[in-house]
């Protein structure tokens, strides 16, 4: 048998192409000659999806799970007589070449190996549902406007997969690899809100606009091809995963027990080293389920920005311009928090200690361009 002894990775045979499947309504309304609504339902249905990279060789939780447990953590880990002593003799095989073995090893699916892990195996599925509303104002009077706001809903029992899809993020075990229904909660990928609008207004002063019309082009000059934009983002953050340090499972990735309602309520400046209930969580019993699901129903700080600019134009003849602009991201100055650490038992758990990339302070630049 090849790499008898060893830890051995498998990729699976039967893998399908993940699947996805989509249904979509859509409302749309004039209203007079130059806005537009629209009302959008969508919802979409994954199956065979990517889930995490699992063992295929777990202890049944038989063995090892609660009071009713067949064996105690001690019996299992206790030194037995090694059946694989003189037909595993290769040196690297440390844990199954010797004259005793645990006899939890024995125990496990195909003990001839030393673990035997899976490669992103399809058994993952998504759902979602979302309603999204558009408003758009087509350009009249110098104005453009367009507002979006979605909410949805994405449910799913695996928001990601192991080492090779890590940049996906979200968890990298199951806290039971052979019971996947208790992974099922919302997504780590589900934003629940999200408000969006853009605007364009090229201010009526000067020639040609509203606003002195009849003004000399020096006047014009000051006072003409003045346009302002703005972009402003109102989101909702991603639901929080807490896990737990020092799990004491045979197989995946231990989750504290729920105990309480997690949510807290004020501003987020004075959350920033509880932003949610602490007490909420316990410590589950040795070789125990934690009671959390895979995600809460709390998320993480939300996105308020407003990015804008200014522009000014002067045009001279045979097509000529000048364009300058300052733009200014985060206007406001509001910062994007990070999300809390979520570690149960470490130090700094619910606490917040920055901000996301691209959510820091104001950051205003210039620009020039000569068009000809």
Do not use: C
């Not at 019993?285 to 407003?306: E, K, Q, S, Y």
């Not at 300052?326 to 200690?353: C, M």
């Amino acid at each position: 048998m090849t790499f008898i002894g060893l830890g051995v990775g498998t990729i699976t045979r039967q893998t399908r192409n993940p699947e996805m499947y989509s249904w979509n309504l859509s409302i749309q309304r004039e209203i007079g000659w130059s806005s537009m609504v629209e009302i959008n339902y969508t919802a979409s249905r994954g199956v065979h999806l990517y889930s995490p990279y699992t063992s295929l060789s777990p202890l049944d939780p038989v063995y090892w799970l609660g009071p009713n447990a067949l064996f105690t953590r001690a019996q299992l880990q206790a030194a037995v007589p090694n059946p694989f002593y003189g037909v595993i003799t290769d040196p690297k095989a440390v844990n199954l070449n010797g004259r005793t073995i645990q006899q939890y090893r024995l125990l496990r699916n195909m003990p001839q190996y030393d673990g035997v892990s899976g490669s992103d195996p399809n058994a993952a599925d998504s759902d979602y549902h979302g309603v999204q509303m558009k408003y758009e104002k087509r350009f009249s009077r110098g104005l453009t406007v367009l507002t979006h706001y979605t909410w949805s809903r994405m449910i799913d029992d695996a928001s990601v997969t192991d080492g090779n899809l890590t940049w996906l993020g979200g968890t990298t075990s199951f806290q039971n690899p052979l019971n996947l229904a208790v992974e099922r909660s919302l997504s780590q990928h589900d934003v629940e809100h999200r408000f969006v609008a853009t605007g364009d207004w090229q201010l009526p002063f000067g020639r040609e606009r509203r606003f002195g019309s009849g003004v000399s082009r020096r006047v014009d000059a000051v006072i003409g091809g003045w346009e302002i934009s703005a972009f402003f983002t109102l989101q909702s953050g991603f639901p929080l995963q807490v896990t737990q340090s020092g799990g004491t499972l045979w197989n995946g990735t231990q989750r504290p027990n729920l105990i309480g309602d997690p949510a807290t309520a004020g501003d987020i400046h004075d959350r920033l080293d509880n932003y949610f209930n602490q007490a909420a969580f316990s410590r589950p019993a040795p070789d125990t389920f934690g009671t959390a699901p895979r995600t809460l129903d709390i998320r993480g700080p939300r996105v308020n920005m407003l990015d804008a600019a200014l522009i000014k134009n002067w045009r001279a003849k045979g097509g000529q311009r000048v364009e300058f602009r300052i733009e200014a991201q985060n206007v406001r100055n509001y910062p994007v928090f990070s999300d809390p650490a979520t570690s149960y038992g470490a130090s700094n758990f619910g606490v917040i200690n920055g901000t996301k990339v691209g959510g820091g302070p104001r950051n205003v630049q210039l620009g020039f361009k000569y068009y000809f």
